[in-house]
């Protein structure tokens, strides 16, 4: 009964696209409405992704129903959509079956044709559905594609320049009326010659101003009425009754209070101001995805199969597992596989972070979307599709920008209160300066309009916009910086601890080490070759099946040496190996093994002390019951191990080592690298609780290990940082995945991360400092030493937008291992 339960349970994941946000006002609204669904888990709205992440419970409440939640507030869903051109042209009365086959995939939400055109237009869920299986589903009843339009990733750069060409022409609109004004507001005698009897400056300013705050504003008052309609408000709440107040009081006292003060150079200033801002914000916004864009564009659009012998290009989202794939020189690859012909250098860049070029032969992977540089390279497909690294990494990227961190969700709770309390602000103040100019003898030179322009002041000024642009700016910037740099920040989460780490714990074997056994050291005894010396004992290893025999017979490979014919070989478990090669007796093994066949090893017995307090495995090797040689092994060190330690303890970062291994070999690695905390001998199942142990003192922690033995500890640190492969990053455990096998990556993930969180607090400090000191101001808190009129304030108030994302975007610089 329980097992139903859960199953009924279950949660699934919905991205939903939302057109109208502009604010974090916005995006409380929404996700409050969302979560006041049945069955809603969890909801997530990304400001600068105009995105809603929803965990939903599907027995419980249907997309449809999410979709009304979200309209409710005023704002629009937007399904994902993309329009097909069919070959051949289907004939009118085939459409209705077409339609029929394409709505049975799981996930289409609608289909739509387009007779004239051949066309098929579908919107779909974008977790479910994909053009491929579109495509094969066409197939099916004798059609294909011919032409694609619409894509996802086209559609959000068009919405973006759509954007901003509507901002920007009606921003256009705006300055082309508001500069007359200005000028007829300033110096209206220099039009009075030319005007016919009875018309004024003033009603020549109506007749400039009407067009302005109608068709200007019309973004403003769309945004706000339909908020208003839902019971809501947002930011074009603040800014339609601030230009509204401004105007409709300049319209009656045109018409109705002749020879009062108007506004109508405040309202169209106010407006031009404000579609300067959201136009610069629109532009900025855009360059924000940049980076999670160019990791879209990495994948070619086709690709050359090589079937019965010819090679044809098709696209590649139809390259199946197992095809076989032509790769000039100067392509891209298409999909993951390894080479099957050919050698060449491949850039791994755009995938790693990488930029020297890695030699590919025979048997090695290659990645899809890296670059393949000089000579021809036939590949095997192993993974296609969403399976493929890049597509892991870009669905990685996208779930790591709409995550919250503490810090975004602390504005939003801010925000949502912040509307309704500016409005009140905005009455307060109009009903104080009311009473201060009608009632005490205080400011004689002013009338009641000038409380209406401080409280006009006071309404465009406030700014919820950059507090609520503030992390997600920074956030994308540094999430899609990082996945160009080979690190792939999972959540914002463990993006905003990053800085408050003390304590650094590494795994050694796989982590700090290659995790397997090398060659360090081969002492010949008496004046023996050290090569005759590695031929004779590699040769005796070659078919022990031992891990350390294996690393003999790698390093002899490595060194190019020849092996030799073997007469007789014999294996003693747990003790060494006898061979008989060339009418030799070779016998290599422990010094147990030594002393049973009466060799003595005494000659390099001073080298074994220092050898094994280094922590490594000792072999003795004997030719016809005399010392040959001693041999050393150990899991050597990765390059850069000691200099990634260097740089983070200069960062201030206690670093400890945490193993399964015996304390003498752990001191020793610890020794090489510079850690001189080591927490030895622990269990894989109990490393989480080493690392509870380091946060009850009250240290902040983060674990670097291999994703997969450390996985318990890397949930259990406050930043997990997994390594990947290069060729697989789909690491459940850790919240930040190095696609790179290189330590140095951890030094660049934290200072990203404190860059990142660095820009995150300075867009809230200066979004807070803008707002606390300039409401005061535009309230007349200062006057008459200052005195800030509304479109100034307006003016500003676009700006600090602005400057929170122009600021973020500066993390678009930032540079691998910075001094």
Not at 43 to 57: G, M, R, W, Y
Not at 319 to 337: H, K, N, S, T, Y
Not at 578 to 586: C, M, R, V
């Amino acid at each position: 009964m329980s097992e139903q339960n859960n199953k009924e349970n279950e949660t699934e994941r919905l991205s939903l696209r939302i057109e109208g946000m502009h604010c974090a006002t916005c995006v409380a609204t929404i996700e409050k409405a969302l979560l006041q669904q049945n069955g809603v888990a969890k909801a997530s709205v990304n400001l600068l992704e105009e995105k809603a992440t929803i965990d939903f419970v599907p027995n419980k409440v249907k997309r449809e129903d999410l979709e009304a939640a979200v309209a409710s507030t005023g704002y629009t869903p937007r399904r994902a959509a993309m329009t097909l051109t069919l070959s051949p042209t289907p004939r009118s009365d085939e459409w209705s079956y077409i339609k029929e086959k394409v709505a049975d995939i799981a996930g289409v939400l609608s289909v739509t044709e387009h007779i004239m055109s051949g066309r098929l237009t579908i919107e779909y869920d974008e977790v479910l559905v994909t053009l491929k299986i579109v495509r094969n589903q066409l197939k099916t009843i004798g059609f294909d594609i011919v032409a694609e339009m619409d894509t996802d990733i086209d559609r959000e750069a068009m919405t973006r320049k759509v954007e901003i060409r509507y901002y920007s022409l009606r921003l256009t609109f705006a300055v082309i009326f508001t500069l007359p004004i200005v000028v007829i507001s300033f110096f209206p005698w220099l039009i009075i010659p030319y005007l016919p009897p009875g018309i004024t400056p003033i009603m020549i300013l109506f007749l400039l101003t009407t067009p302005v705050q109608f068709f200007g504003g019309y973004p403003f008052y769309k945004s706000a009425l339909n908020a208003a309609r839902h019971g809501k408000t947002n930011m074009d709440t603040l800014i339609m009754l601030g230009t509204s107040v401004a105007y409709f009081y300049s319209v009656a006292a045109t018409f109705l209070l002749p020879g009062q003060e108007v506004f109508y150079g405040s309202a169209a200033m106010l407006l031009s101001f404000i579609l300067l801002g959201r136009t610069l914000e629109a532009i900025a916004k855009g360059r924000t995805s940049q980076a999670i864009r160019a990791l879209m564009d990495l994948q070619p659009k086709t690709a050359v199969v090589i079937r019965n012998g010819e090679e044809i290009t098709i696209p590649t989202e139809d390259v199946e597992v197992e095809d076989r794939l032509l790769i000039r020189p100067g392509a891209q690859v298409p999909v993951d596989g390894y080479v099957i012909e050919g050698q060449s250098s491949v850039n791994e860049a755009m995938i790693t972070g990488e930029s020297i070029p890695v030699s590919k032969k025979v048997d090695d992977e290659v990645v899809g979307g890296t670059i393949n540089e000089t000579g021809i390279l036939v590949i095997e497909a192993t993974r296609v599709g969403s399976d493929t690294v890049l597509a892991q990494i870009i669905t990685m990227v996208e779930e790591a920008q709409t995550h919250k961190p503490p810090i975004q969700r602390k504005a939003d709770a801010i925000a949502e209160k912040f509307v309704p309390f500016i409005i009140l602000l905005s009455a307060i103040v109009f009903s104080v300066w009311f009473a201060l100019i009608t009632y005490t003898p205080w400011y004689p030179g002013l009338s009641w309009i000038a409380a209406l322009g401080f409280s006009i002041a006071v309404l465009v000024a406030a700014c919820p916009c950059a507090l609520g642009l503030a992390t997600p700016a920074a956030l994308m910037v540094g999430i899609g910086r990082g996945a160009q740099l080979g690190i792939l920040i999972k959540t914002g989460e463990g993006l905003e601890v990053i800085p408050q780490v003390d304590t650094m714990v590494f795994d050694k074997t796989g982590t700090l080490t290659t995790g397997k056994p090398t060659v360090t050291d081969i002492i010949p005894a008496g004046e023996i070759d050290s090569r005759e010396a590695l031929t004779l004992i590699a040769t005796a290893e070659k078919y022990s099946e031992h891990p350390l025999a294996n690393a003999i017979v790698q390093y002899a490979e490595e060194n190019n040496i020849q092996f030799l014919e073997i007469d007789d070989f014999d294996s003693f478990t747990g003790k060494g190996v006898k061979a008989s090669i060339t009418g030799f007796t070779i016998a290599v093994g422990n010094d147990t093994f030594m002393q049973e066949n009466e060799i003595d090893t005494g000659e390099l017995e001073p080298h074994l002390a220092q050898l094994q307090k280094d922590g490594k495995t000792t072999i003795f090797a004997a030719k016809d019951g005399t010392l040959l040689a001693l041999i050393a092994v150990a899991d050597t060190l990765k390059p850069n191990s000691a200099l990634a330690i260097e740089k983070l303890q200069k960062l201030n970062i206690d670093v400890v080592m945490l193993t399964g291994d015996k304390q003498r070999t752990a001191e020793a690695i610890g020794r090489q690298v510079g850690i001189t905390e080591i927490i030895a001998e622990v269990l894989p199942a109990d490393k989480a609780q080493q690392i509870q142990n380091l946060q009850t003192k009250n240290h902040t922690v983060a674990m670097t290990g291999d994703g997969i033995n450390d996985a318990p500890a890397l949930a259990q640190a406050d930043v997990g940082i997994a390594l990947g492969s290069g060729t697989d990053v789909s690491v459940e455990a850790g919240d930040i995945v190095l696609v790179r096998d290189n330590l140095l990556d951890v030094v660049t993930a934290v200072q990203l991360g404190k860059k990142t969180v660095s820009k995150i607090r300075q867009g809230f400090f200066w979004a807070l400092i803008y707002n606390i000191l300039l409401l005061p101001i535009a309230a007349g808190a200062l006057y008459p030493y200052v005195h800030l009129r509304p479109e100034w304030a307006a003016l500003a108030m676009a700006l600090s937008s602005v400057s929170v994302v122009t600021n973020a975007l500066l993390l678009q610089r930032f540079k691998k291992h910075p001094k």
